[in-house]
């Protein structure tokens, strides 16, 4: 027996009345007229909708079981510039899907660019949608053991203006911030929520 809930639809139930591209820069912006079948028959009306495509990402959780410490970065975002305690953010090391480098690949170069850190062996937690009522962007969610032992430090490309500091805290530092609020993107909190799972389960 399955443990997937039944699909009504797939893309077939879809029509697209119309499609246009009313921006394209570093994000693109797709706009649709579309219909999609009802799950109590018939068809929607007429709905407009914008897409904002991005390249999938990846991020990887950054753990030392030997020491129970973790990695987490702290950097500038511009979607929390209205934040109203900081617009700097604790995340995992993480980077966009631009070239023809697997998602493994890509996870491995970004651990040594954003953390200083040689990562071996990647553990798949999920992939994930991000924000799908607006966007396509897909997420590939890495674990990695690794040595703490030698990382800190301020670390990013120049070319990409990245200026990002790194953190080395014990499980439960981090998880107290997660409780109390301080990590609030939705990444961090997937990925901690789940070694919090499975330190719970004795794993």
């Not at 994930?128 to 990013?156: C, M, R, W």
Request: aromatic fraction near 8%; hydrophobic fraction near 40%.
């Amino acid at each position: 027996m399955s443990d997937k809930p039944p699909r009504y639809f797939t893309k077939a139930n879809v029509k697209v009345l119309s499609k246009e591209v009313p921006y394209k820069g570093f994000l693109c912006v797709e706009k649709y007229s579309l219909q999609h079948q009802c799950f109590e028959g018939g068809w929607s009306k007429p709905l407009s909708r914008e897409l904002m495509l991005r390249k999938h990402a990846v991020a990887v959780l950054l753990h030392d079981p030997a020491r129970n410490t973790l990695v987490l970065l702290e950097q500038f975002r511009i979607g929390a510039l209205s934040d109203h305690e900081s617009p700097w953010l604790l995340e995992l090391v993480a980077g966009l899907i631009d070239s023809e480098e697997s998602p493994e690949q890509v996870a491995i170069r970004e651990c040594q660019e954003e953390a200083g850190c040689r990562v071996d062996k990647l553990d798949k937690i999920r992939e994930l949608y991000l924000s799908p009522g607006a966007s396509n962007e897909k997420l590939f969610l890495y674990y990695a053991q690794i040595d703490t032992s030698n990382l800190g430090g301020v670390h990013g490309l120049d070319s990409e203006g990245e200026d990002i500091r790194v953190h080395v805290l014990p499980c439960e530092q981090a998880f107290a911030l997660l409780e109390n609020g301080q990590i609030n993107n939705a990444i961090a909190i997937i990925a901690l929520q789940w070694l919090q799972q499975k330190q719970m389960a004795g794993h």
